[in-house]
């Protein structure tokens, strides 16, 4: 059995991480779930199957009476790194019907719900346009509503990024009516007419360029119990959890976390984290009684 990864196509090679997602996730894999899950015949089912076992001869073993192979006692990923948050994703993504069940790698989906999310009218048109505008570094025309004018107003913008806040797809692009780099709601952009080639470049946008990082800390009027849970939420750790995000972005990633106003305004409790360094992004921070102070001068 060749085991050079190198030399793997990427449809085997997909194949061989469903195989270890299985293992890990569910604990058994056999060949009708890759009959299922590609669409591929039970010669080569069972060729993926056995190259797997040349890559990892101690991750699975097969059951005789349950006819399947299940997970080895020394089990050691090979061509994926367990990540809760792709698993998680994966049913969210079916949740909400972005994902059908059938394409889903979770064979045995939890019992599971989320929070609704309000659906963002997006055209897959005005997508299509921006998105190959960013490729191709053209300027759109577009009508947009905006909520400081009472009536759309059509503007020529020249897109460079995709970008998402936590609840709304922008793109961020460089409005030449206004002469700067702002964000544009894809679900504000009513009609695009025109598209010409542009001489704006992403590097100008030096917000969307540079980084800045928050540090976060659990609200210092919690208890030292209350505190350890806060931490272990947020994967802290010494006590703290450093978060990089675009300029750019700052704004929504601070309204996402629930720093963009006093933190006083709230219970500890429900506030839970407070901004460490809040004086490089005028935030103020709380005190061990939960009254507003400054931060620390830069």
Same mark, same amino acid.
């Given at each position: 059995m060749d085991s050079? &990864? /190198?030399?793997? &196509? !990427?449809? *085997? =090679?997909?194949?061989? =991480? +469903? %195989? =270890? +997602? @299985?293992? +890990? !996730? =569910?604990g058994h894999v056999n060949r009708s779930d890759l009959m299922d899950q590609f669409g591929v015949s039970v010669n080569q089912a069972s060729t993926d199957l056995n190259r797997y076992i040349g890559f990892a001869p101690e991750n699975m073993v097969y059951d005789k009476s349950a006819r399947t192979y299940v997970r080895g006692s020394e089990f050691r990923p090979q061509f994926l790194e367990p990540d $809760? /948050?792709?698993?998680?994703?994966?049913l969210r993504s *079916? #949740?909400?019907g972005i994902l059908d069940r059938e394409d889903s790698w979770i064979a045995d989906l939890p019992t599971f719900a989320s929070a609704p999310t309000p659906v963002r009218g997006v055209n897959p048109v005005t997508l299509r346009s921006v998105v190959g505008a960013i490729r191709r570094s053209e300027e759109v025309e577009l009508k947009y509503q905006s909520l400081s004018s009472p009536e759309p &107003? !059509? @503007?020529? %913008?020249?897109?460079? $990024?995709? #970008? +998402?806040?936590?609840? @709304? !797809?922008?793109?961020?692009a460089f409005c030449l009516t206004d002469e700067c780099f702002k964000d544009f709601l894809l679900s504000r952009v009513l009609e695009i007419r025109a598209v010409r080639e542009s001489q704006v470049t992403a590097t100008n946008d030096k917000d969307w360029n540079a980084e800045v990082t928050l540090e976060i800390v659990p609200h210092p009027a919690l208890s030292e119990?209350? $505190?350890k849970v806060i931490a272990l939420d947020y994967g802290m750790r010494g006590g703290k959890a450093k978060i990089k995000v675009r300029r750019a972005l700052l704004y929504y990633a601070l309204r996402r976390l629930g720093l963009d106003t006093d933190p006083a305004a709230r219970r500890p409790q429900d506030q839970q984290i407070v901004l460490l360094n /809040?004086?490089?992004?005028? *935030?103020? %921070?709380?005190s061990a009684s939960g009254s507003a102070i400054e931060g620390p001068s830069a």
């Amino acid at each position: 059995m060749d085991s050079d &990864r /190198s030399e793997l &196509r !990427w449809g *085997v =090679e997909q194949r061989l =991480e +469903f %195989i =270890e +997602f @299985r293992l +890990f !996730w =569910e604990g058994h894999v056999n060949r009708s779930d890759l009959m299922d899950q590609f669409g591929v015949s039970v010669n080569q089912a069972s060729t993926d199957l056995n190259r797997y076992i040349g890559f990892a001869p101690e991750n699975m073993v097969y059951d005789k009476s349950a006819r399947t192979y299940v997970r080895g006692s020394e089990f050691r990923p090979q061509f994926l790194e367990p990540d $809760a /948050s792709r698993y998680l994703t994966q049913l969210r993504s *079916v #949740a909400d019907g972005i994902l059908d069940r059938e394409d889903s790698w979770i064979a045995d989906l939890p019992t599971f719900a989320s929070a609704p999310t309000p659906v963002r009218g997006v055209n897959p048109v005005t997508l299509r346009s921006v998105v190959g505008a960013i490729r191709r570094s053209e300027e759109v025309e577009l009508k947009y509503q905006s909520l400081s004018s009472p009536e759309p &107003r !059509w @503007r020529w %913008i020249a897109p460079h $990024a995709i #970008a +998402f806040d936590g609840f @709304r !797809w922008h793109s961020r692009a460089f409005c030449l009516t206004d002469e700067c780099f702002k964000d544009f709601l894809l679900s504000r952009v009513l009609e695009i007419r025109a598209v010409r080639e542009s001489q704006v470049t992403a590097t100008n946008d030096k917000d969307w360029n540079a980084e800045v990082t928050l540090e976060i800390v659990p609200h210092p009027a919690l208890s030292e119990t209350q $505190a350890k849970v806060i931490a272990l939420d947020y994967g802290m750790r010494g006590g703290k959890a450093k978060i990089k995000v675009r300029r750019a972005l700052l704004y929504y990633a601070l309204r996402r976390l629930g720093l963009d106003t006093d933190p006083a305004a709230r219970r500890p409790q429900d506030q839970q984290i407070v901004l460490l360094n /809040s004086s490089e992004f005028g *935030v103020p %921070i709380p005190s061990a009684s939960g009254s507003a102070i400054e931060g620390p001068s830069a």
